[in-house]
């Protein structure tokens, strides 16, 4: 049998059904690689060893009773974003320093309810604002392929921790590519799926119209068995979709109509377009992008060149709406109720502003400010109302390429991830990172990054697709076609 790190979620959880390997086994020997390795890396901000091994022994009971769900067992670790009971909750910031949440969040409660087993907090950007995991207020997090380089953001620590192989799937959030773009960093899988269909409550907000919550994993499979578990309405979440529970895994394998074993992808339209492959595209991610839509081909899908003509405008439109969606969201941490408190003010408004000075760091203040300018009087209708109404407008723009195409494919970033360090002078490099991901978030859809190989220095690059609304299936479909004809996503970095 494989050691636990090598096994993904799929295989783990059928280690476990077939009683070839405990619960308490694989979350000990998790809990051992990442005390050997996670100190170099960054990926936790927090490990709860002693919870960990008291719900392993729970899962085992299940499993031995024969009543244990798909997951029952399978550890996992959420991204520091999401409220935990008897776990602290920091969002990555100094502000929520030793917060301790009452409750679970909506998807860690679905997930726990699966049976799975929880091992910890993983770092992220402060509030989830970051392309690098470079503005947690602890450390930052290490890409495991070349630890000189970031592994992207703000879900960095999520996606370090399945590229190290530390834990088999974890929980991530994308508002305007913090799933995709990491794992297209760390050479993962990871999937944001339609606006509501994860519930929002209990997630520490940045953008509410914009954050969703997702899956991060080593395949599609992996993906589509925890999207499956952690999706669903509720009715606490005002966003959240009303439609029955989906079963992305069998989505996922149910068979093309008209497709056969060597061409799964038969009558697929993959559309192209041209915005996502301007001259700046760097050549490494433009050979590897190629090469997995070459292999989409092999399967019997169909390219079709397509237009999306406000991709550019998805960056100016993005940086109005989310800093103000920020501004209003953080105005509820004024160290009055919870959160950090300066030590000394003279006054109520003297405790406002030092508390919030001292808690927040420069890229969560610089969005406040922003966002504030932008909802000013004066301002509102000359910045934010027109970004909404460009919102709008690039959302048109994706309904119209479906009517060409099924799911829209191209990269995931520019370039591969770059060094510690490098934009730190310059805030809107990082922004400008985020091009190929901003208008699909915009727009609500679906999407995810799929490994497709090695770009400069030996880094993964990431193929994305975008599907129309609630087409998970159809994405995962896709990627797992890719996965079961390539080995890209089997690719783990070097000494560990």
């Known amino acids: 049998m494989k050691p636990v790190h090598d096994m993904g979620v799929a295989e783990l959880a059928a280690a476990l059904k077939s009683r070839a390997l405990s619960s308490r086994e694989a979350t000990q020997a998790l809990l051992d690689r990442i005390a050997t390795h996670d100190q170099a890396l960054g990926a936790f901000l927090h490990v ?19 009543n244990a769900g798909a997951l029952a067992g399978v550890p996992l670790a959420h991204k520091d974003i999401y409220v935990t009971a008897g776990m602290p909750t920091t969002a990555g910031s100094k502000m929520l320093d030793g917060y301790l949440s009452p409750f679970d969040a909506t998807v860690v409660a679905k997930l726990n309810a699966a049976g799975t087993v929880s091992l910890g907090k993983l770092n992220c950007d402060e509030f989830a604002m970051g ?38 799937g974890v929980t991530g959030t994308d508002t305007g590519g913090s799933i995709r773009q990491p794992a297209s960093f760390t050479g993962i899988t990871g999937i944001k799926p339609t606006y509501g269909v994860c519930s ?20 599609a499979e992996d993906c589509a068995l925890l999207l499956s578990a952690m999706s669903g309405f509720d009715e606490r979440d005002a966003t959240s979709v ?59 899908a169909t390219l079709v060149d397509v237009s999306l003509p406000r991709t550019e405008l998805a960056i100016p439109v993005y940086y109005i709406i989310a800093p103000a969606e920020a501004s209003s969201n953080l105005s509820r941490f004024d160290g009055v109720k919870f959160g950090h ?29 922003i966002g504030t300018y932008v909802l000013s009087h004066g301002y509102y209708d000359a910045y934010y109302l027109q970004a909404q109404k ?38 809107t490099q990082a922004y400008l990172a985020d091009i190929f991901t901003l208008p699909g978030s915009l727009a609500g859809l679906p999407g995810m990054s799929v490994p497709v190989g090695l ?14 609304y609630f087409k998970e299936g159809q994405l995962l479909h896709t990627a797992h076609a890719l996965q079961q004809a390539t080995d890209w996503h089997l690719a783990a970095p070097s000494g560990l």
Request: proline share 7%; hydrophobic share 40%.
């Open 48 to 66: 709860d060893a002693d919870g960990a091994l008291a719900r392993a022994a729970q899962a085992d009971t299940a499993l031995a009773a024969g």
């Open 131 to 168: 392309s690098a995991n470079e503005n947690s207020a602890y450390f930052p997090a290490h890409n495991p392929w070349d630890a000189s380089r970031v592994p992207g953001g703000s879900s960095g620590g999520s996606a370090v921790a399945v590229a190290a192989r530390l834990v088999p």
């Open 200 to 219: 929002r409550y209990g997630m520490i907000a940045f953008a509410s119209s914009l954050d969703q919550a997702g899956p991060m994993a080593r395949s």
């Open 242 to 300: 009303q439609q029955p529970p989906q079963d992305f895994h069998a989505q996922m394998l149910a068979a093309r109509e008209g497709a056969s074993a060597g061409k799964p992808l038969a009558g697929l339209r993959v559309g192209l377009p041209r915005e996502f492959f301007p001259g700046g595209l760097s050549a490494d991610v433009n050979a590897a992008v190629r090469a997995g839509l070459a292999e989409l081909e092999k399967l019997g």
């Open 341 to 369: 408190r300066a030590a000394q003010y003279d006054d109520l408004l003297d405790m406002y502003k030092k508390s919030r000075a001292e808690g927040f760091g420069p890229e969560v203040k610089r969005r406040i400010m």
């Open 390 to 427: 460009l919102r709008r407008m690039i959302a048109d723009d994706f309904q119209q390429c479906f009517t060409q195409c099924d799911l829209i494919a191209g990269p995931v970033a520019p370039t591969v991830a770059w060094k510690h360090g490098e934009g730190k002078d310059d805030p």
């Open 455 to 468: 770009g400069a220095g030996g880094m993964p690059v990431g193929l994305q697709l975008i599907g129309n």
